[in-house]
């Protein structure tokens, strides 16, 4: 019903900056709210930061004044700003999207950022 489409992600050096984008498609009408996430070999994915259609943000105490999560409605798309890369915020970033109504949860395919000199 909804599809997820991460990209922006790539190979950067510590202090760089990148901007990561999510489409989403199909019932688009039906989403409340959108985060990113998070995954670094060998742990476990952990929550970055979260936008609602309103425009409300919330951020992972690890990540707040680095991270910036913004959304485009007419466009269907959230952005993540991430400024001062750091090799440990190397990880596959991931877009959810949420239907709290109908309690239905969607994930994207994962974009990789590397993070390496």
């Known amino acids: 019903q909804v599809q997820l489409v991460e990209s922006g992600g790539g190979l950067v050096q510590p202090g760089e900056s990148l901007r990561l984008s999510c489409a989403a498609s199909?019932?688009?009408?039906?989403?409340?709210?959108m985060s990113w996430h998070r995954q670094a070999p060998g742990k476990q994915r952990e929550f970055v930061a979260r936008?609602?259609?309103?425009?409300?943000?919330n951020y992972a105490g690890s990540v707040k004044g680095r991270f910036t999560i913004s959304r485009d409605n007419a466009k269907n798309t959230v952005y993540l700003q991430i400024v001062s890369l750091k090799p440990e915020d190397t990880a596959v970033y991931y877009c959810?999207?949420?239907?709290?109504?109908?309690?239905?949860?969607?994930w994207g395919q994962g974009t990789q950022v590397t993070v390496s000199s």
């Open positions: 199909g019932s688009i009408f039906s989403i409340n709210a």
């Open positions: 959810r999207a949420q239907d709290m109504g109908a309690l239905k949860d969607y």
């Open positions: 936008v609602t259609r309103a425009g409300t943000t």
